[in-house]
């Protein structure tokens, strides 16, 4: 019966998945199994009856004469995060348990170390807290642009109903595009796209030409081009765009002194609020003339010609585009 548990131990060793190594009390190893071959690059031949600093780096050598001091000592040795060696150099953080080895007398004769590579974990935790400061960052400045529409809007409204129906639309707009950033993890969104998603509500009233080559956006982009096409669709729905298939979305990439540049031209049938934007004094012409050419480093200009109202956006590319130097939180 002995035998048979003996055996059925070994299988178990030799099945794990983390590095399980026995030493000596002189720290001398005695037994390797599988998992510390993959996990450290040394065959059991090359590690037993070696030093156990055959896997220690050189500044946790310290910590491993401790750790026996404190075995000899009888004391409990709580489960640590630290990091040993690989046979090419590399240095791997693991999680490790310590525990005595006694023999049937009660004599205290070795330790066993049970390891776990733990460089994914680390990692995953390094992602998380990046992603976390980036979200509050994001968060942070969403709350920013709805304080400015609240407050933008609330001085050009007529009434209280005219407010809460201004501001409750506006803040739906953003909600649009942070639904559409929320599908892909905040990772970019097709520009195509985001002006299909805005134009949704309004495509059975609004039919649009939507024409350009595919560009990926970064959030940044994302949220500020999507409040401005909500305010162009608003306006056009508010003065009367009536002519199917009328309101044009168009874009194109350029190249210009060795940078490359965005451009986007929307443009629509309806001349009755000419004025009012050449006038910026609604908070749409505020958001389209100002706003988000600011957040964007680019420049925004109205023209009337033609019978048409003419939107035309443009800005360096890498203000734009996820992968071109604008995957930094929006500021």
């Known amino acids: 019966m002995e ?8 299988a178990i060793v030799e099945s794990s998945f983390d590095a399980i190594i026995s030493k000596d009390l002189f720290g001398t190893i005695v037994s390797w199994n599988k998992a510390a071959e993959r996990m450290f690059g040394f065959p059991e031949s090359e590690a037993v ?10 500044d946790k050598r310290d910590e491993e004469a401790d750790i026996l001091r404190r075995l000899k000592l009888g004391a409990r040795i709580e489960p640590f995060q630290t990091t040993r060696r690989h046979r090419d150099g590399r240095i791997i953080p693991i999680s490790i348990t310590i525990s005595p080895i006694k023999s049937r007398a009660g004599k205290l004769v070795g330790a066993s170390s049970i390891a776990r590579d733990i460089s994914e974990t680390r990692e995953s935790d390094r992602r998380l807290r990046l992603l976390t400061r980036e979200i509050n960052h994001r968060v942070k400045n969403q709350y920013a642009v709805i304080l400015a529409v609240i407050r933008q809007t609330a001085t050009r409204s007529r009434s209280i109903e005219d407010f809460e129906k201004r501001v409750r639309e506006r803040i739906m707009a953003l909600s649009h595009s942070h639904d559409l950033l929320s599908q892909v993890d905040w990772a970019g969104v097709s520009l195509a796209d985001l ?12 039919p649009a030409q939507i024409i350009g080559p595919e560009i990926v956006l970064d959030a940044n982009a994302v949220l500020n081009l999507g409040m401005a096409f909500h305010e162009l669709i608003m306006n056009a729905m508010r003065f009367g765009v009536e002519d199917v298939g009328g309101i044009s979305v168009t874009w194109r990439l350029t190249s210009e002194e060795g940078v ?12 009755a609020y000419a004025d009012l934007l050449a006038q910026e004094e609604g908070f749409g012409a505020l958001v389209l003339s100002k706003l988000v050419p600011s957040a964007l480093s680019g420049q925004a200009t109205w023209s009337f010609d033609g019978g048409l109202v003419v939107w035309r956006f443009a800005a360096p590319l890498d203000r734009i585009q996820v992968g071109l130097g604008s995957l930094a939180p929006p500021s």
């Not at 035998?3 to 070994?10: F, T, Y």
Request: charged share 25%.
């Open 260 to 271: 490359d540049r965005f451009e986007l031209t929307w443009s629509e049938p309806a001349v």
């Open 49 to 58: 009856g070696k030093p156990i600093y055959l896997i220690i780096p050189d």
């Open 195 to 206: 002006v299909a998603h805005q134009l949704k509500p309004f495509e059975a009233l609004q």
């Open 3 to 10: 035998e048979h548990s003996a055996e059925r131990l070994a």
